[in-house]
């Protein structure tokens, strides 16, 4: 079935310090979602990727979306500490039922 | 998210008991998700709707069982055969079909096995 591979697992950075995370999915996604979870909290949607190649900034960051639709990455310039969590991907196939499948998430910690 | 309601926030399960896990929603969306998050490993579907009175497996839907009788509620059965309950549990909403918007996450629910 359609597997979505986040990478790497956990990231430790120094506050001031950029973070990047990758997505890889199996197959070719008609979209892409980015989510964030606090410790102790519930998932939030933050962006969605739909086209080939599109990149979206919020502030300090960066969300691209690869040509061929199966890899995605966000990049956080200058982390901050408010920035701690943990960020998923979730990948949407072509089928219509409005599943998405969900890499294993990075857990980004900062030290301040 | 404002408009999605989980309860309990903490449940406790006894050997050989079913516990059922609520979901309430008012944002009028059609389509309904449980998922799993154990550590390390992200969130995994159990179950979904995307219609009153029909719903679907997801990739863990073994020793759970689900019902979709209003549009407002999906509640989750643990049942006894679910031998590693022990998870926290994240209920979630869309408008489902091909439409592009994203989900919205419950605070979510956490089982333990006492």
């Known amino acids: 079935g359609q597997q979505v591979m986040q990478i790497p697992q956990y990231q430790h950075v120094q506050e001031g310090e950029d973070f990047t995370t990758y997505c890889n999915s199996s197959t070719t996604l008609s979209n892409i979602q980015w989510y964030k979870q606090r410790p102790g909290g519930h998932p939030v949607f933050l962006i969605q990727l739909v086209k080939s190649g599109e990149v979206k900034k919020q502030k300090r960051l960066t969300f691209q979306f690869g040509e061929a639709k199966k890899n995605s990455s966000l990049h956080i310039t200058a982390t901050q500490t408010t920035d701690v969590g943990t960020y998923f991907c979730?990948?949407?196939?072509?089928?219509?039922?409005?599943?998405?499948?969900f890499g294993q998430g990075t857990t980004l910690q900062v030290k301040p | 998210d404002g408009g999605i309601t989980q309860s309990p926030k903490y449940l406790f399960r006894k050997e050989g008991q079913n516990v059922t896990l609520s979901c309430e929603q008012n944002l009028n969306h059609d389509a309904m998700y449980w998922y799993r998050q154990d550590p390390g490993q992200g969130l995994r579907l159990i179950y979904y709707s995307q219609i009153v009175n029909d719903f679907q497996k997801g990739d863990i839907a073994e020793g759970y069982s689900v019902s979709r009788e209003k549009k407002e509620s999906f509640p989750l059965t643990v049942t006894s055969a679910q031998k590693n309950p022990t998870a926290f549990y994240l209920c979630?909403?869309?408008?489902?079909?091909?439409?592009?918007?994203?989900?919205?996450f419950g605070d979510g629910t956490r089982l333990s096995i006492l």
């Open positions: 979630a909403t869309g408008t489902g079909g091909r439409s592009n918007q994203p989900q919205h």
């Open positions: 979730a990948g949407r196939g072509s089928s219509n039922t409005g599943k998405l499948i």
